[in-house]
Each structure stands twice: as C-alpha cells, then as structure tokens.
C-alpha cells in the first residue's frame, strides 16, 4: 500500500508522501512516490502515485521521456487542468498496454495519482486522479485529497485542517496524519518525501526526504503523543449514568 | 457499515458501538448493536455485532431465545471461552441455514462479534469472533478490539491507551475514538451504546445510550477538537530544509 497527501491552501500547496511498497508481506521495497516537473519561474508540476508499481513506474517514466518533444508533455501544457488530462490520458495508454497483451491474469493494475502545482499566472490547482483516467479538482470546502491508505490519517486533517491554515501548520498537520497512519498500518512506511510551495512564487523546490530517526519528526510525534495523552486525561469525567 | 470497540482492561471492560445500519446511502436505519445477557452476582456477557444485519438480529434472536432452555446458552455456558463458542456456533448455523436455501444471490451474509464479560470466579475476558464463527482472544499486548469500519478510530486508541489505563480514561478514548470516525465516515453514526463493566464486580450494568446532542459528549468533541489544533500549534516549526 502506499499513503499520499496533498493540500491545496491559501498560501500554496503541501505534498507529502511515504515510500513503502509492499506485494505480500515479505516483498517490502523502498520506492519514491513523489515526483517533480518544473521550469523555475515558469511552472512546477508534482505529481504523487500510489497502487500498482508497474503501471504507476511506466506513467511516469513516460512523462518524464516526453519532457522537451514534440509530444504534449508536462513541460509544455499551458495549464494544470492540461497537466491532469495528460497524466490521465498516460495512465490509460499504459493500462491499455498492458492489459492489451491479455496477461493481466486477475491482477489489478490500476493506479490514482495526484497532480498540483502552478503554471504561469494560474492559480495553485490540483487534481485527485482516478484509476480510469479522469479526474477532480480541489476547492476551497474541499483543500486536500488523499490517496492510498488514507483512513488512519483522515481524522486529524478533518479536524485541523482548512483552506485558511498557514502551510506551516498544515505541513505539521500532515505529518502526524503519517505519524498515525504509520503507526497503525504496516504497509506504510519511512522514508516520508514531502514538498512545501509558496503560491505565487513560481519556484521549483528540491523537496526533502524525512529519514527513519529524523530528530525534528521524531521530536513531534513524542510530542504529540504525550500531549494527546495529557488532553485526554483532562477531559471531564463521564457523568454518573454514562456508568450504570 | 459499523463501528465497535472492546476494551479488556485491568480495571475492567469498556464496550462501545455506534446503531447505524445502511444498504446504499438512502437506506439508512438504527439498530442496536450492544447486547447484554446476564444474572447479577453471577455473569455479564455483553455480545457487539457488526456486518450483515439479518445474519446478526438472527444470532441474537437464537442467543436471547435459548436462554433458560435446555440448549447450550449464553444464561448456562461455564465460562467465557464457552460462550464465545455457542456465539461462533450460532453464526455458523444461521448462515448455514440462510445460505442453505441457495438463495444467498451473492450478498455477503457474514458477520463479527465482540464477546466480553466475566463469569463466576473467571478473569473478564474478550473474545472476537470472524464471521467463519472462530475467534480469538484478547491479551494485555492487545487489551482490545475493534469491529466494522475500525481504521480511523485505531490511532487515537494505539497512542492513548493500554492495559493498565483506568476505566475513566478508556471510556474517554473509545469515545474519542468514535467521534474521530463519525467525522470522517457517513456510514458510522449515533446515538452510541456504551457499557461500563468494573473487573469482579459480577454487575449486569444497563449501559448507556448517548443521544446526538448529549451535552458531555459534545463537551468533549468540541475540548478535543480545540485542543488538538492547540496542540498541533505548539510543535515547534519545521527545520529550514524541510521547506526548499
């Protein structure tokens, strides 16, 4: 499995991924899920995967093989609404491909991507890309999408999370949206890749890699840990018919 | 869907469910899913069900029935293993008979239970039960079990909660718990059933049923909420090259 978060806010856009990849218990692999197209002070485009490694691997070494030629590629679509509609259209050409030659044998091959970024004077956009291909877009009612093992980690963005929230917090907000996925989920796991953009800035950010035992990540999950502990205690106790 | 959770604890035993059911979004309904059988200063076995709902009311029907009869029942069983045998034999024979009649049309007739309570001199103990009718039980490794749409209510309960944690605070973390998948889940929804059960005390409580709108439990829905993005706040910023 595979957990991916993104968030499109007021002031810019968060990604934050993990990169475990697993096909049964005893075939666990490290596999980086988040991928960055850009031209600084043109466009930068990110895009996230998760599901089949096949089919997501091939989309993406087909985008980046077509950056610069003659074929519609993420370095030329003038908008992020084209970008989607390329990564979309790439999917279904691989899923094609590969199902075509009739050894798909039962084994599913979808995947989901998302797609944020900005390009030119657009607004930040970003898309929730479904296994056919086509895909939705976020709002201001709806500023994050999640693909992947996303349950564990849903609770904690619901609650603290809107389109208002400065991208400092929402990055530690998606942090310990990992933090609790990882800890009640095997299959999704350290590394984290994640990637902070400020609206307007047309800047092409290296991203950073959130190694097991990283001082600052293990720093807030012991800190978040104990607080929740303490918050629970502080609530009130249940009232005498909650009891009998 | 549903959700149930289990606590084996110390102190005692904490069993909370929500009571909604739904066949596609616009058949939605409330059933209880907590069941208590039991003789005071003799035994509590408090039964929780989740999945196909006529295969479970079916289950309870047969349990609440062979009370006092000649039959094995949960009102005559010597012990809690034995119980949850005469449960999982019980799923076992209703869906042999609802599937018996070659009518199953491939719906999914199955279903789980939580069994827990204490009999005679015997520790509580907790049992969860699959819908192939075998079951495991609860350690002080794994004090507890959830039934039904269980993911997004799982963190709060693996950071906040273990076997030594008092009845007062478990209860608050069930409810947490609950409140987190109401949240985020539609299929999950109160009013809640709750059962407090004090290790020994041999009691048939009658448990509570927490009404939407009960003031504690908005209290403490609305004190978390705050205090979570408080505390999420007050981690300190992300190091520099988090962010390029």
Redesign the interface.
């Known amino acids: 499995m595979t957990y991916c978060v993104a968030m499109n806010l007021a002031q810019g856009l968060v990604f934050v991924s993990d990169s475990r990849t697993n096909a049964g218990v005893d075939n666990i692999a490290t596999f980086r899920k988040l991928h960055i197209f850009g031209t600084p002070g043109e466009r930068l485009v990110v895009v996230q995967s998760a599901g089949n490694l096949a089919t997501s691997q091939s989309v993406i070494s087909l985008l980046r093989h077509r950056m610069g030629s003659e074929e519609a590629n993420l370095g030329a679509v003038e908008n992020l609404f084209e970008a989607a509609r390329l990564v979309g259209g790439t999917l279904q050409e691989v899923v094609e491909h590969d199902v075509g030659n009739g050894q798909g044998q039962g084994v599913d091959l979808g995947c989901s991507f998302l797609v944020g970024g900005q390009i030119g004077q657009e607004i930040p956009r970003l898309f929730n890309i479904y296994p056919q291909g086509n895909f939705i877009e976020s709002t201001r009612d709806t500023p994050y999408f999640q693909i992947g093992e996303s ?6 963005i ?3 999370m809107s389109y208002a929230t400065p991208l ?2 929402a ?3 998606a ?2 949206s990992f933090d ?2 990882i ?3 095997l299959s999704v796991g350290m590394p984290l890749d ?1 990637l ?1 953009y400020r609206a307007g800035s047309l ?1 092409v ?2 991203g ?1 890699r ?1 190694q097991e035992g990283d001082a ?1 990540f293990e ?2 999950r012991n ?3 104990t ?3 303490q ?9 005498g ?4």
């Open positions: 349950k564990y980690g849903k609770p904690i619901d609650r603290a400092e917090q990055l530690r907000c942090l310990i609790s996925t800890r009640s989920n994640l902070v800047e950010p290296a950073f959130v600052y720093g807030i800190q978040w840990g607080g929740l502990r918050l629970l205690s502080e609530l009130p106790a249940p009232p018919d909650y009891w009998y």
